[in-house]
């Protein structure tokens, strides 16, 4: 988005269960990495 103020923030992934709502795990995005096997978004979940 060109026009969106503030480009810059952190990213969180978080897997949580969908009845509970409990938190199994979360992972901040750190910027991109040296090896991406599958692609962005296949790593973080396989993480």
């Given at each position: 988005?060109?026009n969106?103020?503030?480009?810059?923030?952190?990213?969180?992934?978080?897997?949580?269960?969908?009845?509970?709502?409990?938190c199994?795990?979360?992972?901040?995005?750190?910027?991109?990495?040296?090896?991406?096997?599958?692609?962005f978004?296949?790593?973080i979940?396989?993480?």
């Open positions: 988005m060109p969106k103020p503030n480009r810059w923030g952190y990213k969180m992934f978080l897997l949580a269960g969908g009845e509970s709502g409990i199994y795990d979360f992972v901040f995005y750190t910027g991109k990495g040296n090896k991406q096997e599958h692609g978004c296949t790593d979940v396989l993480d």
